[in-house]
């Protein structure tokens, strides 16, 4: 899943959609708005939907390696090999990487 629209989606189910709800009701409690209280109800629903079905598209589609570019793998006290997970190439430059460290025991 594309880190950008995993981000978006996360800012609107947990910061926006309750900032709309509160604005709301306040503003459906001061001016006597019908209603107000269900539409505040809808869009706490439709917020909870949102972050469950973010949290299930995470889960199915996110590795153990999401998030990294790539793995230091470990193989005894003097040496390491570095696995990229995208072509070393289509990096921009200056920008960082992250790796993630695995101990990979020695073969005997």
């Known amino acids: 899943m594309d880190n950008r629209f995993d981000m978006s989606a996360k800012v609107i189910t ?3 959609n309750p900032y709309i709800a509160g604005i709301y009701y306040l503003l459906g409690r001061v001016f006597d708005v019908p209603g107000g209280e269900h539409v505040v ?3 706490v629903v439709l917020s909870l ?3 469950v079905v973010l949290k299930l598209v995470r889960k199915r589609y996110g590795s153990k ?3 990294y570019d ?4 470990v193989t ?3 040496g390491a090999i570095l696995v990229f ?3 070393p190439g289509n990096f921009e430059n200056g920008k960082s990487l992250r790796f993630r460290v695995v101990n990979k025991p020695p073969k005997t």
């Open 14 to 16: 947990q910061i926006i």
């Open 41 to 43: 109800g809808n869009i």
């Open 49 to 51: 939907i949102l972050d």
């Open 65 to 67: 390696t999401s998030g």
């Open 70 to 73: 790539g793995d230091i793998l």
């Open 76 to 78: 005894d006290v003097e």
């Open 85 to 87: 997970h995208k072509d």
